[in-house]
């Protein structure tokens, strides 16, 4: 599902945490991580709203956010971007960043 930056910012703006993934569908490692960051999600920080970016398709929300490697995930708690992660970055780093951050939001 597609959304508009206003939609993207909207939604930052209200929900207490959000990951964004930006990604093409031409991107081979974007592709194969993707499953990964959204089941570390789904599992561990069900607090988290995951929202998937395709940079070809919504280029005017990865201009916004200077997304233009694949695959980049933006972590943004409390309407703040909190975490930035480019290129080449395992799930295990991710889960990392995230889950200081998590803890110290919500317990």
């Known amino acids: 599902m597609s959304h508009s930056k206003s939609e993207i910012l909207e939604l930052i703006s209200k929900e207490e945490a959000v990951l964004l993934y930006f990604s093409t ?4 490692v974007g592709e194969a991580v993707e499953p990964k960051v ?3 999600i789904g599992s561990k920080f069900p607090k988290i709203k ?3 970016v395709d940079i070809n398709f ?3 929300v990865a201009a916004h956010y200077t997304a233009f490697t694949e695959p980049t995930v ?5 309407g703040k ?3 930035r992660k480019s290129r080449s970055f395992s ?3 991710l889960d990392e960043s995230i ?3 998590y803890q110290l939001f919500f317990e």
């Open 25 to 28: 569908t031409s991107c081979s």
């Open 38 to 40: 959204r089941e570390l």
């Open 50 to 52: 995951f929202r998937l």
């Open 58 to 60: 919504q280029s005017e």
């Open 74 to 78: 933006l972590v943004f708690f409390d």
């Open 81 to 83: 971007e909190s975490i």
């Open 91 to 93: 799930v295990s780093e």
């Open 99 to 101: 889950e200081r951050l």
